[in-house]
Protein backbone atom coordinates (compact mmCIF):
# COMPACT_ATOMS: atom_id res chain seq x y z
CA UNK A 1 0.00 0.00 0.00
CA UNK A 2 2.33 2.59 1.18
CA UNK A 3 4.68 1.87 -2.13
CA UNK A 4 1.64 2.46 -4.16
CA UNK A 5 0.81 5.61 -2.38
CA UNK A 6 4.46 6.88 -2.48
CA UNK A 7 4.18 6.04 -6.12
CA UNK A 8 1.08 8.21 -6.61
CA UNK A 9 2.75 11.32 -4.91
CA UNK A 10 5.87 11.06 -7.04
CA UNK A 11 3.11 10.81 -10.17
CA UNK A 12 1.54 13.88 -9.07
CA UNK A 13 4.55 15.61 -8.82
CA UNK A 14 5.77 14.78 -12.30
CA UNK A 15 2.29 15.68 -13.07
CA UNK A 16 2.80 18.86 -11.58
CA UNK A 17 6.32 19.62 -13.22
CA UNK A 18 5.03 18.48 -16.56
CA UNK A 19 2.09 21.53 -16.35
CA UNK A 20 4.61 23.92 -15.13
CA UNK A 21 6.96 22.95 -18.33
CA UNK A 22 3.97 23.40 -20.44
CA UNK A 23 3.22 26.73 -19.26
CA UNK A 24 6.94 27.91 -19.82
CA UNK A 25 6.83 26.78 -23.81
CA UNK A 26 3.16 27.10 -24.27
CA UNK A 27 2.55 30.61 -23.03
CA UNK A 28 5.41 32.77 -24.67
CA UNK A 29 2.95 34.16 -26.78
CA UNK A 30 0.39 36.04 -23.89
CA UNK A 31 1.48 38.94 -22.43
CA UNK A 32 4.30 38.89 -19.75
CA UNK A 33 1.79 40.15 -17.13
CA UNK A 34 -0.72 37.04 -17.47
CA UNK A 35 2.42 34.93 -17.83
CA UNK A 36 3.83 35.97 -14.45
CA UNK A 37 -0.12 36.08 -12.88
CA UNK A 38 -0.43 32.90 -13.91
CA UNK A 39 2.94 31.05 -13.09
CA UNK A 40 2.65 31.84 -9.45
CA UNK A 41 -0.94 31.01 -9.08
CA UNK A 42 -0.30 27.91 -10.33
CA UNK A 43 3.03 26.78 -8.48
CA UNK A 44 0.85 28.34 -5.09
CA UNK A 45 -2.34 26.66 -6.00
CA UNK A 46 -0.34 22.87 -7.07
CA UNK A 47 1.86 23.10 -3.67
CA UNK A 48 -1.51 23.10 -1.32
CA UNK A 49 -2.30 20.05 -2.24
CA UNK A 50 1.15 18.54 -2.46
CA UNK A 51 1.64 19.62 0.69
CA UNK A 52 -1.10 17.41 2.13
CA UNK A 53 -0.05 14.80 0.11
CA UNK A 54 3.79 14.69 1.28
CA UNK A 55 2.31 15.64 4.94
CA UNK A 56 -0.06 12.08 4.75
CA UNK A 57 2.02 10.22 3.47
CA UNK A 58 5.08 11.46 5.19
CA UNK A 59 2.71 9.93 8.55
CA UNK A 60 1.86 6.80 7.08
CA UNK A 61 5.52 6.08 6.51
CA UNK A 62 6.69 7.61 9.60
CA UNK A 63 4.13 7.15 12.73
CA UNK A 64 2.63 4.17 11.08
CA UNK A 65 1.65 2.28 14.40
CA UNK A 66 1.07 5.24 16.33
CA UNK A 67 -1.55 5.59 14.00
CA UNK A 68 -4.20 2.46 14.25
CA UNK A 69 -6.24 1.33 11.04
CA UNK A 70 -8.77 4.44 11.15
CA UNK A 71 -5.93 6.99 11.24
CA UNK A 72 -4.11 5.39 8.48
CA UNK A 73 -7.45 4.91 6.33
CA UNK A 74 -7.88 9.10 7.01
CA UNK A 75 -4.35 9.65 5.64
CA UNK A 76 -5.05 7.21 2.62
CA UNK A 77 -7.42 9.28 1.96
CA UNK A 78 -6.27 12.70 1.92
CA UNK A 79 -4.09 10.92 -0.38
CA UNK A 80 -6.82 10.33 -2.26
CA UNK A 81 -8.55 13.47 -2.28
CA UNK A 82 -5.65 15.99 -2.98
CA UNK A 83 -4.29 13.64 -5.56
CA UNK A 84 -7.89 13.64 -7.55
CA UNK A 85 -8.18 17.30 -7.10
CA UNK A 86 -4.62 18.26 -8.19
CA UNK A 87 -5.47 16.02 -11.22
CA UNK A 88 -8.79 17.96 -12.12
CA UNK A 89 -6.95 21.19 -11.32
CA UNK A 90 -3.89 20.26 -13.79
CA UNK A 91 -6.69 19.24 -16.22
CA UNK A 92 -8.04 22.36 -16.10
CA UNK A 93 -4.70 24.08 -17.03
CA UNK A 94 -4.05 21.67 -19.59
CA UNK A 95 -7.46 22.83 -21.20
CA UNK A 96 -6.82 26.83 -20.52
CA UNK A 97 -3.18 26.35 -22.03
CA UNK A 98 -4.50 25.02 -24.94
CA UNK A 99 -8.06 26.95 -25.33
CA UNK A 100 -5.67 30.11 -25.17
CA UNK A 101 -3.32 28.52 -28.11
CA UNK A 102 -6.40 28.21 -29.76
CA UNK A 103 -5.26 24.05 -30.09
CA UNK A 104 -8.48 22.88 -27.76
CA UNK A 105 -9.75 20.27 -30.08
CA UNK A 106 -13.38 19.77 -30.35
CA UNK A 107 -15.15 16.46 -30.54
CA UNK A 108 -18.66 16.69 -31.79
CA UNK A 109 -20.29 13.34 -30.51
CA UNK A 110 -23.77 13.31 -29.05
CA UNK A 111 -23.88 13.86 -25.36
CA UNK A 112 -26.85 12.72 -23.37
CA UNK A 113 -27.50 15.56 -20.73
CA UNK A 114 -28.51 12.81 -17.94
CA UNK A 115 -25.08 10.58 -18.71
CA UNK A 116 -23.00 13.57 -18.57
CA UNK A 117 -24.13 14.90 -15.09
CA UNK A 118 -24.14 11.04 -13.67
CA UNK A 119 -20.20 11.12 -14.74
CA UNK A 120 -19.47 14.65 -13.63
CA UNK A 121 -21.33 13.60 -10.14
CA UNK A 122 -19.23 10.27 -9.84
CA UNK A 123 -16.01 11.86 -10.51
CA UNK A 124 -17.04 14.25 -7.61
CA UNK A 125 -18.62 11.89 -5.10
CA UNK A 126 -16.22 12.61 -2.75
CA UNK A 127 -16.31 16.43 -2.78
CA UNK A 128 -19.98 15.92 -2.94
CA UNK A 129 -20.76 13.54 -0.23
CA UNK A 130 -21.55 15.95 2.46
CA UNK A 131 -24.27 18.13 0.73
CA UNK A 132 -27.48 16.14 -0.35
CA UNK A 133 -27.57 16.05 -4.52
CA UNK A 134 -30.82 16.55 -6.09
CA UNK A 135 -31.67 16.06 -9.89
CA UNK A 136 -34.68 17.62 -11.85
CA UNK A 137 -33.25 15.87 -15.22
CA UNK A 138 -36.37 14.59 -17.48
CA UNK A 139 -35.78 11.80 -19.71
CA UNK A 140 -36.93 13.12 -22.71
CA UNK A 141 -34.06 15.86 -23.03
CA UNK A 142 -32.69 15.88 -26.65
CA UNK A 143 -28.77 14.90 -26.54
CA UNK A 144 -27.03 17.72 -27.88
CA UNK A 145 -23.46 18.23 -30.32
CA UNK A 146 -19.70 18.19 -28.13
CA UNK A 147 -17.54 16.81 -26.20
CA UNK A 148 -18.12 14.33 -24.01
CA UNK A 149 -15.06 14.87 -21.88
CA UNK A 150 -14.81 18.44 -21.98
CA UNK A 151 -18.11 19.21 -21.51
CA UNK A 152 -18.33 16.77 -18.00
CA UNK A 153 -15.25 19.13 -16.88
CA UNK A 154 -18.12 22.04 -16.96
CA UNK A 155 -20.58 20.35 -15.08
CA UNK A 156 -17.73 19.11 -12.61
CA UNK A 157 -16.25 22.55 -12.23
CA UNK A 158 -19.52 24.29 -11.17
CA UNK A 159 -20.31 21.32 -9.13
CA UNK A 160 -17.41 21.19 -7.02
CA UNK A 161 -17.59 24.89 -6.48
CA UNK A 162 -21.05 24.52 -5.18
CA UNK A 163 -19.48 21.81 -3.00
CA UNK A 164 -17.07 24.44 -1.96
CA UNK A 165 -18.63 27.38 -0.84
CA UNK A 166 -22.21 26.53 -0.05
CA UNK A 167 -22.48 24.78 3.62
CA UNK A 168 -22.45 21.25 4.52
CA UNK A 169 -25.80 19.54 4.07
CA UNK A 170 -27.31 22.09 1.97
CA UNK A 171 -28.87 21.01 -1.29
CA UNK A 172 -27.80 21.14 -4.64
CA UNK A 173 -29.75 20.79 -7.02
CA UNK A 174 -29.12 19.60 -10.97
CA UNK A 175 -31.68 20.85 -13.47
CA UNK A 176 -32.10 20.75 -17.26
CA UNK A 177 -34.72 22.00 -19.27
CA UNK A 178 -35.25 22.92 -22.73
CA UNK A 179 -35.67 26.82 -23.50
CA UNK A 180 -36.03 27.82 -27.56
CA UNK A 181 -33.01 26.37 -29.32
CA UNK A 182 -31.21 26.00 -26.05
CA UNK A 183 -30.70 23.10 -23.30
CA UNK A 184 -30.41 24.59 -20.63
CA UNK A 185 -28.41 22.87 -17.46
CA UNK A 186 -28.10 24.53 -14.47
CA UNK A 187 -26.67 23.72 -10.70
CA UNK A 188 -28.09 25.83 -7.82
CA UNK A 189 -26.45 25.66 -4.24
CA UNK A 190 -27.73 27.53 -1.07
CA UNK A 191 -24.15 29.17 -0.20
CA UNK A 192 -23.73 32.81 0.51
CA UNK A 193 -23.98 33.72 -3.75
CA UNK A 194 -22.03 35.85 -5.94
CA UNK A 195 -22.68 39.26 -5.20
CA UNK A 196 -24.41 41.07 -8.20
CA UNK A 197 -21.42 43.16 -9.02
CA UNK A 198 -18.88 40.09 -9.26
CA UNK A 199 -21.50 37.68 -11.16
CA UNK A 200 -19.89 38.75 -14.69
CA UNK A 201 -16.86 38.99 -13.89
CA UNK A 202 -16.05 35.19 -12.03
CA UNK A 203 -15.97 34.21 -14.88
CA UNK A 204 -12.59 35.91 -15.92
CA UNK A 205 -9.12 34.61 -15.18
CA UNK A 206 -7.57 34.41 -11.65
CA UNK A 207 -11.28 36.17 -10.82
CA UNK A 208 -12.17 35.70 -6.84
CA UNK A 209 -14.83 36.84 -5.07
CA UNK A 210 -13.62 36.55 -1.73
CA UNK A 211 -9.92 36.00 -2.70
CA UNK A 212 -7.36 36.17 -0.16
CA UNK A 213 -9.75 35.85 2.81
CA UNK A 214 -7.91 32.54 3.26
CA UNK A 215 -11.20 30.58 4.34
CA UNK A 216 -11.80 28.35 0.69
CA UNK A 217 -8.96 27.60 -1.30
CA UNK A 218 -9.53 28.20 -4.63
CA UNK A 219 -7.47 29.05 -7.96
CA UNK A 220 -9.97 31.51 -10.19
CA UNK A 221 -9.74 29.02 -13.12
CA UNK A 222 -12.61 26.94 -13.07
CA UNK A 223 -15.10 29.39 -14.11
CA UNK A 224 -12.82 31.07 -16.71
CA UNK A 225 -12.24 27.49 -18.29
CA UNK A 226 -16.12 27.09 -18.28
CA UNK A 227 -16.34 29.21 -20.25
CA UNK A 228 -13.67 28.92 -22.72
CA UNK A 229 -14.80 25.11 -23.24
CA UNK A 230 -18.76 26.61 -23.77
CA UNK A 231 -18.04 29.05 -26.12
CA UNK A 232 -15.99 26.37 -28.27
CA UNK A 233 -19.07 24.67 -28.33
CA UNK A 234 -21.68 27.50 -29.52
CA UNK A 235 -23.05 27.94 -25.83
CA UNK A 236 -22.79 30.30 -23.13
CA UNK A 237 -22.74 30.69 -19.48
CA UNK A 238 -24.03 32.52 -16.68
CA UNK A 239 -24.56 32.76 -12.76
CA UNK A 240 -27.47 34.54 -10.86
CA UNK A 241 -29.05 34.27 -7.18
CA UNK A 242 -31.02 31.84 -5.92
CA UNK A 243 -32.87 33.78 -3.74
CA UNK A 244 -34.47 37.40 -3.56
CA UNK A 245 -32.25 38.45 -1.22
CA UNK A 246 -29.07 37.40 -3.45
CA UNK A 247 -27.75 34.48 -1.62
CA UNK A 248 -27.65 31.07 -3.24
CA UNK A 249 -25.99 30.69 -6.41
CA UNK A 250 -27.53 29.35 -9.80
CA UNK A 251 -24.81 28.52 -12.63
CA UNK A 252 -26.83 28.40 -15.65
CA UNK A 253 -25.12 26.57 -19.19
CA UNK A 254 -26.87 26.62 -22.72
CA UNK A 255 -25.78 24.59 -25.51
CA UNK A 256 -27.29 24.89 -28.61
CA UNK A 257 -29.73 21.77 -29.57
CA UNK A 258 -28.34 20.40 -32.89
CA UNK A 259 -31.36 20.61 -36.01
CA UNK A 260 -30.86 16.72 -36.70
CA UNK A 261 -30.82 14.91 -32.78
CA UNK A 262 -30.44 11.03 -33.76
CA UNK A 263 -33.53 8.93 -33.61
CA UNK A 264 -31.93 6.16 -31.08
CA UNK A 265 -31.22 8.70 -28.32
CA UNK A 266 -34.56 11.52 -28.70
CA UNK A 267 -37.19 10.84 -26.55
CA UNK A 268 -35.58 7.35 -25.10
P1 LIG B 1 -12.12 29.20 -7.70
O1 LIG B 1 -11.02 28.22 -7.90
O2 LIG B 1 -11.68 30.43 -6.96
O3 LIG B 1 -13.35 28.59 -7.13
P2 LIG B 1 -13.68 29.70 -10.10
O4 LIG B 1 -13.27 30.29 -11.40
O5 LIG B 1 -14.28 28.35 -10.11
O6 LIG B 1 -12.40 29.75 -9.18
O7 LIG B 1 -14.69 30.71 -9.41
C1 LIG B 1 -14.39 32.11 -9.37
C2 LIG B 1 -14.99 32.76 -8.14
O8 LIG B 1 -16.42 32.78 -8.23
C3 LIG B 1 -14.70 32.01 -6.84
O9 LIG B 1 -13.47 32.39 -6.29
C4 LIG B 1 -15.86 32.44 -5.96
O10 LIG B 1 -15.58 33.70 -5.38
C5 LIG B 1 -17.01 32.64 -6.95
N1 LIG B 1 -17.91 31.46 -6.98
C6 LIG B 1 -17.93 30.50 -7.93
N2 LIG B 1 -18.90 29.59 -7.67
C7 LIG B 1 -19.51 29.99 -6.53
C8 LIG B 1 -20.60 29.48 -5.74
N3 LIG B 1 -21.25 28.36 -6.09
N4 LIG B 1 -20.95 30.18 -4.63
C9 LIG B 1 -20.30 31.31 -4.27
N5 LIG B 1 -19.26 31.85 -4.96
C10 LIG B 1 -18.87 31.20 -6.08
Redesign the pocket.
Known sequence: LLETLVDQVAIAIERTRLAADMEETRLLSETERLRAALLSSVSHDLRTPLVSIIGAASSLIEADSALGEAGRRSMAETIREEGERLNRYVQNLLDMTRLGYGALEIRQDWVEIRELVGRAARQLRRVLHRHRLRFDLPRDLPAVRGDPLLLEQVVA?ILD??A???PPDSEIVVAAALSGHWLALSVS?F????PEA?RAM?FDLF?????GDGQVG???????ICKGILEAHGGRIR?EAVNPDGSG?R?VVELPLAADPPVELAGE
Request: no cysteine.
Open positions: NNAKYADGPGIDVYRVRAGTGLGLAATV
